[in-house]
């Protein structure tokens, strides 16, 4: 089992960024790639972006490319998603997710999720 806790989220204006992290604990020596799916109200369950167990290749959401930057930090157990010029449409809640096959842009194929973080983006 792993579990994953989602942080740092909040309001934020059009244009300003954020850093979310995802720290996992249980059984972290496994070698799990990790994405961040995201959630708006009355939208379905969207992918945003995923990197490898090794942290060397990632995959992005066209709509956040060269906005939103996903890293990992193997030793610290943590994932991060960096956000940038942040707009209205990227309001929802953000969730981070662990699977066994990378790249997957499916949110059925991760096996652990986190609760969520939310972030709003005002105009």
């Known amino acids: 089992q792993v579990q994953l806790v989602e942080s740092g989220g909040g309001l934020v204006q059009a244009g300003d960024s954020l850093r979310l992290s995802c720290a996992a604990s249980?059984?972290?020596?496994?070698?799990?790639?990790m994405a961040w799916f995201r959630q708006a109200p009355g939208k379905e369950r969207e992918f945003v972006a995923a990197?490898?167990?090794?942290?060397?290749?990632?995959y992005y959401a066209d709509s956040v490319k060269g906005r939103f930057t996903i890293s990992m930090d193997n030793a610290k157990n943590t994932g991060y998603l960096q956000m940038n010029s942040l707009k209205p449409e990227d309001t929802a809640r953000y969730y981070c997710?662990?699977?066994?096959?990378?790249?997957?842009?499916?949110?059925?194929?991760?096996?652990?999720w986190g609760q969520g973080t939310q972030v709003t983006v005002s105009s």
């Open positions: 997710a662990a699977g066994r096959i990378y790249p997957n842009t499916l949110s059925n194929a991760y096996n652990y």
């Open positions: 249980g059984r972290t020596g496994s070698r799990y790639a």
């Open positions: 990197i490898s167990w090794s942290g060397r290749t990632t």
